[in-house]
């Protein structure tokens, strides 16, 4: 879980909740569900954030282990959502309320 509250050069406030899980499918292979919410307490149209509820993103991500969780390569999805006020500054800037993405990725501790 995480948590982040922001404040913008004019004091605009806005914040975040993030919820992440990692399934041990096999002591290599996890299947991750994420989920994230975001906020705002006013709007900022120069950012396109309207006020309340702005945005909503989910995805899932399948990974493996190489070397000993140091190099970690992952296939996934991502779900996005724009809301209110935030869903019309998005049509009004010709992107789309919403979307399906595939990520792939490599994850490195070092």
């Given at each position: ?53 702005s945005?909503m ?9 190489l ?44």
């Amino acid at each position: 879980m995480d948590s982040n509250l922001y404040l913008s050069e004019h004091g605009d406030l806005s914040l975040d909740l993030a919820l992440e899980y990692e399934l041990l499918l096999t002591n290599r292979l996890h299947l991750t569900p994420e989920l994230e919410f975001d906020a705002a307490l006013s709007d900022d149209e120069a950012v396109g954030v309207g006020r309340g509820l702005s945005g909503m993103e989910a995805g899932l991500r399948l990974s493996y282990d190489l070397v000993d969780r140091a190099v970690v390569p992952y296939v996934g999805v991502h779900y996005e959502r724009a809301f209110g006020r935030s869903a019309d500054f998005a049509v009004q800037d010709g992107e789309d309320r919403d979307g399906w993405f595939a990520v792939a990725g490599v994850r490195l501790m070092f």
